[in-house]
C-alpha cells in the first residue's frame, strides 16, 4: 500500500522493462488535493489513476470488479499497512496492460485495496487505481508542475542531479533539516511539503526544537487519519549540499501510534509542496533524480488556516467536520468535531468541491472570515490565520 503521505504500497511489481526509452510521450494532469490524477486505462479499460512515486501499483475493489479481475488472498503479510493505524484487507491480482497516454508497463501483480474512504481526501473526485513503480521503472519521467503535463521518455533534461535508491518501492535520498541529516522518502503522493515519521522526529527531538504544539488530523489515508504536529522549519536541503533546498516550509510530526509512519526505515516523505517548486525528472534506471526550479520556486508555504479537517459526509450532501484542532480558528469560532457543514459563504456545499474548498482554506489571506452554516441553520464565523 502507500504510506503516504497517502497509501504504502508494498507489493512487488512484475514483468520487466520492455518499452523503449526514447519515445517521449507527454499527458495532461488533473491537480486534485495535491497530488496528481491521469487519465489511464487497465487492460484497455479508462480508470481515473493517482500517479505515485511512493506506490507500486493498486486498484480499488470496485476496480478490480469492474475489470473481472481474479483476486487471490494477499498472504505475504506486507498488505494493508498504510499511514492509518488500522489494518485493511488487502488481495493481489495480475493486470495485463497498464497505460498512460502512450506510456505502457506489462503483466503487473497490482493490489488490490478498499479505497471508499478517499472521499475523507478527495471528495466526489473518483480513485479507480494507484499507478507507481511498474511506469517509473520503464520511463524517464518529467513532471511540469506549472503546466500540469507529465512527459514519459525522451532525454533526460538538466538539473541539479540528486541520487536515490529504491529499496522498496520509493526513492529515497539524503536530505538535511535545519541541520539534521536523514534519508527521506521522494514522495509525489504524500500531500504536503514534509510528513517526518515518528521514530526519526522522536529521535532528534523534533517537537521541542519547532516547539510544535498544535496537534491534529493533517492528512488520510489506507488505514484512516493521520495524526500530527504542525511546525515550521527553515530550510530542506535535498540531496545533501546539491545546492537544491527550499525554504520556511510547513512540515508535519507524525503522532501515530501504529501504521507506516512509525517505521525507522526512513526519516519521512518529502511530498509535493517542496518538489512542486521544481521540473522534477526521475530516471529509475540510473537511480538519478534533476531538479530545475520552475516559476513557483520561493512560494510561501502555508497550512490550513481553519484549523479543521473536512471530509465528504456519506450521502455527499453536506462536508464533515472530523477533526478540529485545539486553539486553532475553527475551534476558537465554535464549530466542533461531527458538526455537518452545509454551506460556506452562503454556497451550498453540494456545489463544492472539497479539495478546492481546502486549498481555499489555506491559501486564503489570513484575517479573511468564512461563514460556515451547519446542518440546523447555526453559523459558525472562522477568521483564518496561520497556525503556524
Not at 39 to 61: E, F, I, M, N
Not at 64 to 76: H, I, P
Amino acid at each position: 500500500m502507500k504510506h503516504t503521505l497517502w497509501l504504502a504500497l508494498l507489493a512487488a511489481c512484475g514483468g520487466h522493462v520492455t518499452e523503449p526509452r526514447s519515445t517521449a510521450v507527454t499527458v495532461p494532469f488533473e491537480w486534485i488535493d495535491n497530488r496528481i490524477f491521469v487519465a489511464a486505462t487497465l487492460d484497455g479499460r479508462p480508470v481515473h489513476a493517482l500517479l505515485d512515486t511512493g506506490a507500486v501499483a493498486a486498484v480499488s475493489t470496485d476496480t478490480a470488479r469492474a475489470l473481472g479481475l481474479r483476486v487471490a488472498a494477499d498472504t505475504s503479510g506486507e498488505g494493508g499497512v498504510g499511514v492509518g493505524s488500522q489494518r485493511v484487507e488487502s488481495g493481489i491480482a495480475h493486470v495485463g496492460t497498464i497505460s498512460i497516454g502512450g506510456a505502457v508497463a506489462h503483466d503487473v501483480d497490482v493490489d488490490v485495496i478498499p479505497l471508499g474512504d478517499s472521499t475523507q481526501v478527495f471528495g466526489k473526485a473518483p480513485v479507480d487505481a494507484i499507478i507507481g513503480k511498474p511506469i517509473f521503472d520503464r520511463y524517464v519521467t518529467t513532471i511540469d508542475f506549472v503546466h500540469r503535463t507529465v512527459t514519459f521518455g525522451g532525454a533526460v533534461p538538466a538539473g541539479v542531479r540528486i541520487p536515490f535508491d529504491v529499496p522498496e518501492q520509493i526513492p529515497l535520498i539524503t536530505a538535511t533539516l535545519d541541520g539534521v541529516t536523514g534519508r527521506f522518502g521522494v514522495d509525489i503522493g504524500a500531500r504536503s511539503s514534509l510528513l517526518v515519521y515518528r521514530p526519526f522526529a522522536d529521535a532528534n527531538h523534533l517537537a521541542d526544537k519547532y516547539s510544535a504544539k498544535l496537534e491534529g488530523v493533517t492528512g488520510w489515508g489506507i488505514g484512516g487519519p493521520v495524526r500530527s504536529l504542525l511546525a515550521r522549519a527553515h530550510e530542506l536541503d535535498l540531496g545533501g549540499g546539491s545546492g537544491a533546498s527550499v525554504h520556511d516550509l510547513v512540515i508535519r510530526l507524525s503522532t501515530q501510534t501504529a501504521g507506516a509512519t512509525t517505521s525507522s526505515s526512513k526519516a519521512g516523505l518529502i511530498g509535493p509542496d517542496v518538489l512542486s517548486q521544481f521540473d522534477v525528472t526521475f530516471d529509475y534506471a540510473r537511480h538519478v533524480m534533476l531538479l530545475t526550479p520552475n516559476a513557483s520556486y520561493g512560494r510561501a508555504d502555508a497550512y490550513d488556516r481553519a484549523g479543521v479537517w473536512m471530509g465528504l459526509a456519506p450521502d455527499a450532501r453536506a462536508f464533515v467536520a472530523v477533526d478540529v484542532i485545539a486553539g486553532g480558528p475553527a475551534d476558537a469560532a465554535g464549530l466542533h468535531a461531527g458538526d455537518r457543514i452545509v454551506a460556506i459563504d452562503g454556497v451550498a456545499t453540494e456545489q463544492l468541491v472539497l479539495p478546492d474548498v481546502r486549498e481555499r482554506m489555506r491559501r486564503t489571506a489570513p484575517g479573511t472570515a468564512v461563514t460556515l452554516t451547519l446542518d440546523g441553520g447555526r453559523e459558525v464565523v472562522v477568521t483564518l490565520r496561520d497556525l503556524v
